[in-house]
């Protein structure tokens, strides 16, 4: 079992991101979530988390897959991904500095955009995962904090979660 939980709130063509205030990616905008709690399902963390960050009561949210990294060799881990699309009224008036950090609606043109250096590597996956129907396992491998190599798997229908 992983980790970790990351969710990306679509509002029309933005997304609801979170400029962290501490390690790990600290400085970048990244996704809300967080750690599993003991006997916590990944859908059950990331609707806390969600909550906890923002203040969003959700119920509906998509399992896009995962996001899993190797680190120098040697450590591995990951994250489960999930996407909520709010509707295009829904007021929620950035930006808001919480204990985890600053939270803003940021325009996905603005996301994607190739010489976007603050985002983490959103890039590689956010794209296909906010519009894409299939569910992956994205992999990362990192060596002296960069990435050396990435990979897309699909995941079989069977390895979605609760």
């Excluded at 679509?10 to 990616?25: D, K, Q, V």
């Excluded at 909520?84 to 950090?101: L, M, Q």
């Excluded at 940021?106 to 996956?125: C, M, R």
């Excluded at 960069?146 to 699909?154: G, L």
Aim: charged share 25%; glycine share 8%.
């Amino acid at each position: 079992m992983l980790t970790y939980t990351i969710a990306f709130i679509l509002r029309r063509n933005e997304i609801l991101l979170l400029n962290r205030e501490s390690p790990s990616w600290m400085g970048s905008w990244n996704g809300v979530g967080g750690k599993l709690e003991y006997d916590e399902s990944p859908r059950d963390c990331i609707i806390r988390e969600i909550r906890e960050e923002t203040g969003i009561q959700l119920q509906n949210i998509a399992y896009k897959g995962t996001v899993t990294w190797n680190v120098d060799g040697h450590y591995y881990n990951g994250m489960y991904a999930f996407v909520a699309e709010i509707p295009g009224y829904f007021d929620y008036n950035t930006p808001i500095k919480t204990d985890e950090g600053i939270l803003d609606w940021k325009k996905v043109d603005w996301i994607l955009h190739p010489e976007n250096t603050g985002v983490a590597n959103l890039q590689y996956f956010l794209k296909e995962m906010i519009q894409g129907d299939q569910i992956y396992d994205y992999h990362f491998v990192y060596k002296d904090k960069q990435v050396e190599h990435f990979e897309r798997k699909e995941l079989n229908a069977l390895d979605e979660i609760k």
